[in-house]
């Protein structure tokens, strides 16, 4: 078999990260072989994300930059959600495009890649509700942690979000396989999983919930961090906490997307929940995980947003009290049923910005005030990878989720240790691993 190289670069999501392992891991059977640059390469996939407006404009960009890198004869693929959304227009904007492949046709790449070769065009979107890729292992570049999907697509219809068009409908892969690819992984030295899915604590395959997945996960032996993302609030049934609660490798931490501290918005967004029951959620989890941080998304700028309601976002970050907050400004997505209100309520780019501004400071200022009363904690740390400022300093996780900046070597990389935080930049901490000071066993 004639040996071919493939590079793929992702965008968005955590999906999209796993997603492109699984293509990574489809073409390495094909006799393909994975680099980390494109220039030589004689594939190269663009792996999207259609979220926000400004995220596809960064692709656009990308791929006139990566167009030049390219070696004669090389095929250019765009896959993903802005592959989805967009299908054969990618190929007439982009004239040096020769592939555009949807989430549920990636088992297609090889025979595309073929055609391509010969010269060919094609578009290959049709959504697939049995695909799971169960028959192709992921390729892994993540050492530490690994991400499994338990379920693709989203049958949640909020009106912002293009992600049920791109993703499709719901469905759930069986426990049985769940739990051979966490066996499998750990097999291989990798103690932390992240389960993922749209909306992850929907997750049922026929026979067995979130609940029944979370506590069959957590069970396989050797593994030692169960974490999963991202929750819709309205999953969280009593089962479900019990099972995070009473579950030892289940982490304390929860993403739970809130979107809005407003009833009346949520109800315009179809997010299907209120604000009381949104706390609702929060006071149970919390009651039933001691020590639990929470971390959410919210949009700022939907349509016909008032400052009463935008009030009600601060006020709830307040009530919450938020370990950490992802903030986005709203973008209108093509198709959605947002994009289809009253043209007045249309949110100037003014009232945005200042919105904006004003919730960043509001999470960051919680996030610093929590965080600054963790110092002096002694927190089990897993090394993830070496910091981004280089320099002897590695940086992991806590069971809780905090970034923790340590003075060690790489070698360090895959090690839990117990860590002092010494410091906090209001974001990420620093910290200093300390001696066990483990009671001496009795004699006798
Ligand atoms: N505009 C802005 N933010 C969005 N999100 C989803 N759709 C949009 C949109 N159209 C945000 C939500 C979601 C996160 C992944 O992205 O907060 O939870
Ligand atoms: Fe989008 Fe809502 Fe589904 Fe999340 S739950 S993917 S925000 S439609």
Not at 24 to 42: F, K, M, Q, S
Not at 56 to 64: A, D, K, M, P, T
Not at 343 to 349: A, D, G, L, M
Not at 379 to 389: S, T, W
Request: hydrophobic content about 35%.
């Amino acid at each position: 078999m004639t040996r071919r190289t493939v590079y793929i670069e992702t965008y968005g999501c955590q999906m999209n990260v796993s997603d492109s392992e699984l293509m990574y891991g489809a073409l390495a059977r094909e006799g393909y072989d994975a680099v980390d640059h494109p220039i030589g390469a004689d594939v190269v996939l663009v792996n999207t994300c259609a979220i926000r407006e400004n995220a596809e404009q960064r692709v656009i960009g990308r791929l006139g930059e990566l167009r030049r890198d390219l070696k004669v004869g090389a095929v250019l693929g765009v896959t993903g959600c802005m592959a989805q959304r967009l299908g054969p227009r990618l190929l007439e904007t982009d004239t040096r495009v020769q592939l555009v492949v949807g989430p549920d046709a990636y088992r297609m790449l090889p025979s595309l890649l073929d055609g391509a070769r010969q010269g060919e065009r094609r578009v290959a979107t049709d959504f697939d509700l049995e695909e799971h890729y169960e028959d192709v292992t992921a390729r892994r570049f993540d050492g530490v942690k690994a991400w499994i999907p338990v379920q693709r697509g989203c049958d949640y219809r909020c009106t912002y979000c293009i992600v049920p068009t791109t993703r499709g409908p719901e469905r759930s892969r069986r426990l049985a396989d769940v739990v051979r690819e966490t066996e499998a992984v750990v097999s291989q030295g990798i103690h932390e999983v992240i389960l993922l899915g749209q909306t992850v604590n929907s997750y049922h395959d026929g026979t067995h919930d979130f609940a029944d997945l979370l506590r069959a996960v957590g069970a396989v032996p050797g593994l030692r961090r169960l974490r999963y993302t991202s929750p819709h609030p309205n999953d969280f049934s009593d089962r479900v906490i019990a099972a995070m609660a009473e579950t030892p490798t289940v982490c304390e931490h929860v993403h739970l997307p809130m979107q809005s501290g407003s009833t009346s918005m949520l109800k315009r967004m179809l997010r299907r929940y209120t604000r009381e029951e949104y706390l609702d959620a929060v006071a149970r989890l919390r009651a039933a995980i001691p020590g639990l941080t929470l971390t959410t998304d919210i949009i700022v700028g939907f349509p016909g947003e008032t400052d009463a309601e935008f009030e009600e976002t601060l006020s709830l970050c307040r009530e919450v009290r938020f370990d950490d907050a992802f903030t986005f400004k709203f973008s209108a997505r093509e198709g959605t049923p947002a994009t289809r209100m009253p043209p007045e309520w249309t949110i100037s780019p003014a009232v945005m910005d200042a919105r904006y501004d004003a919730l960043v400071a509001t999470v960051r200022g919680i996030a610093r005030e929590r965080n600054l009363a963790r110092l002096g904690d002694r927190l089990e740390v897993l090394i993830e990878k070496e910091a981004r400022k280089g320099g002897e300093l590695v940086q992991g996780r806590s069971r809780d989720f905090k970034t923790v900046l340590v003075a060690g070597p790489t070698s360090w990389i895959g090690r839990y240790l117990t860590v002092e935080l010494t410091g906090t930049s209001g974001a990420t901490f620093t910290g200093t691993p300390v001696e066990e000071r483990r009671p001496l066993p009795m004699a006798g």
